[in-house]
């Protein structure tokens, strides 16, 4: 930024009355006033970045007391939000006109802030979990794990500071997300946290409720059946013989909680204690507890407008290049969640130096075998999902895999394939398979979903040849793939995109598979700078007289 257009920002600020303070560290600092409906209020503004990729900070230095306490874009210490950030390019070459821009900004959302109470509320509203858990004093973090959706309350568990919560009726499971985030050993209360919920959004208060009669005549004025519910288990529940009452409550926004710990003075029965909070206990300070859902239920569906994998069973035969890369986001969409969900690896080869440069592992798996390193890695992330590894060879696959829900092949073996194929021929075709390839050295992936009689099985791909016995029957590749020879040993290079490729073009189908659309069954992707001949996604139909799925 030239010197010109900088000189240009401090004749805006001059000409608006704004005079220069110096330095604050980088920044140069300048005061003034902007005006407000309830007169003018003083304002700082400092300005590091004469680029304006970050905006110049305006900090209200006085009359704090005007504004409502409970307020969108304004923190404790007078900081103002008046652009979100990068929402207004700011022209870094007109610093005159940029200055003004803020300064005009800020005025206005500072007058709304003062004096729309409309847009005060619904800015709240919109963003109510993040003003109840960030407002001062700040809410304590309870996660919320694995709690039945109609369940009127949850076992607590502690850690050990005390300072982290977890709620969960599943001690194992609770414990296992606990060692997976580093919590260590938890503890369980000895009350439990009651759960309500109510479909109305809470009303915004000039501040949170900070003692017990604030937050009943909060609930009073959100939700007269919530707030019932609430005063009824006060009169009923006999969970007073503990020091701290829990609860949470559920509403479009989601969770939020409140704990307190009233101190009467000596036993009391449930009329008792709720007669008390209404007198002498009335003003026994309440913490806000910020509630957050970690459950798998949540974090597997959050970004999905379908159905996840909960509750399927599937199984995937390849753990290389394409599978280890595939595992890992079937667990991602809920494979291995629910009562009978399970997602079975099946891979007989060990990790060698030569896999890690296009694999999901990495050396702190070498030498294991696939399929358990990569069970062992996926449940590290992913605690509560359940899984299974088989290190064995594809022959010697127990039959109950076709009674699963899924079989992927994801080898890009042929001859496992046809294999697989033949298997699921004899069976009679009792789930559906999907095959996942990479063609050549990697200028495309295909794949091919069979499911009933009406579908190409994977021996249809090819078709009789006088030359090379076989070929593809919608052939892609103009020549043969280069290959590379070590010993007797050869293989088909072709780089870790190809397997990102591979899996990204199964979970595609997958989640199309989830909405009830598995059309067009062969699909092929290619990369975009080779040279090969196009090939189209499409419905592929059985070839005519297949030697393995033509009736006989
Ligand atoms: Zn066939």
């Known amino acids: 930024m030239g010197r010109e257009a900088v000189a ?100 206005a959302v500072l007058g709304k802030i003062l004096d729309d109470r409309n847009y005060v509320v619904h800015d709240i509203q919109n963003e109510f979990l993040v003003h109840w858990d960030r407002a001062e004093p700040r809410a304590m973090p309870f996660y919320l794990v694995g709690v039945a959706p109609q369940a009127r309350s949850a076992r607590i568990h502690f850690d050990q500071a005390g300072n982290l919560a977890l709620l969960s009726d599943n001690a194992e499971e609770a414990q296992a997300l606990a060692s997976c985030m580093g919590w260590g050993q938890l503890s369980e209360a000895m009350n439990r946290c009651w759960l309500f919920r109510s479909d109305k959004f809470p009303p915004v ?159 702190n798996r070498l030498g294991q075998p696939k399929a358990r390193a990569l069970r062992d890695e996926i449940e590290r992330q992913f605690p509560l999902a359940k899984l299974e590894d088989l290190s064995k060879a594809v022959q010697d696959l127990r039959l109950d895999v076709m009674r699963d829900d899924l079989l992927i092949d994801a080898t890009g073996d042929q001859a496992v394939s046809e294999f697989l194929n033949g298997q699921w021929l004899d069976a009679k075709r009792p789930l559906p398979v999907l095959y996942v390839w990479i063609k050549g050295n990697g200028e495309c992936v295909q794949s091919l979903w069979c499911a009933g009689q009406e579908d190409a099985c994977f021996h249809c791909l090819r078709v009789p040849d006088a030359e090379v016995y076989r070929k593809d029957r919608h052939p892609v590749l103009k020549r043969a793939p280069e290959l590379k020879r070590l010993g007797c040993h050869a293989f088909t290079p072709y780089a870790v995109s190809s397997g990102l490729q591979a899996a990204a073009l199964a979970t595609d189908i997958i989640c199309d598979w989830l909405q009830g659309r598995m059309s067009p069954r062969f699909r092929t992707r290619c990369r975009e700078n080779v040279d090969v001949h196009h090939v189209a996604s499409t419905d592929l139909p059985p070839l005519s007289g297949c030697l393995a799925c033509t009736p006989r």
């Open 205 to 363: 208060p000039d501040r949170f409720p900070a003692a017990v009669e604030e937050f009943f005549s909060w609930l009073r004025q959100w939700d007269q059946r919530l707030s019932h519910a609430i005063q009824h288990h006060f009169a009923t529940d006999a969970a007073y013989e503990y020091e701290r009452l829990v609860m949470a409550v559920h509403m479009p926004a989601g969770w939020i909680g409140v704990m307190f710990a009233p101190r009467p003075p000596g036993k009391l029965t449930c009329g008792q204690m709720k007669a008390y909070l209404h007198g002498r206990g009335s003003s026994t300070p309440i913490q806000r507890l910020a509630v957050t859902d970690v459950s798998s239920e949540f974090v597997h569906s959050r970004n999905l407008s379908f159905k996840n994998l909960t509750g399927k069973r599937i199984t995937l035969v390849g753990c290389g290049a394409i599978g280890s890369q595939l595992a890992p986001a079937l667990v991602r969409l809920g494979a291995g969640q629910g009562q009978q969900g399970l997602l079975r690896l099946v891979d007989e080869e060990d990790l060698m130096a030569e896999n890690l440069g296009r694999h999901y592992l990495g050396y």
């Open 8 to 107: 240009a920002g401090l004749r805006e600020l001059a000409a608006r009355g704004f005079s220069s303070m110096g330095y604050v560290g980088e920044q140069r600092m300048f005061r003034g006033t902007l005006a407000s409906p309830r007169g003018p209020l003083s304002v700082a503004i400092l300005i590091q970045d004469w680029d304006f990729l970050e905006y110049p900070t305006i900090i209200v230095t006085d009359g704090m007391k005007k504004f409502p306490q409970l307020r969108p874009h304004l923190d404790l210490h007078g900081g103002l939000c008046y652009f979100a950030r990068r929402s207004v390019v700011l022209d870094r070459y007109d610093a005159g006109t940029a200055v003004a821009q803020c300064l005009e900004q800020a005025q």
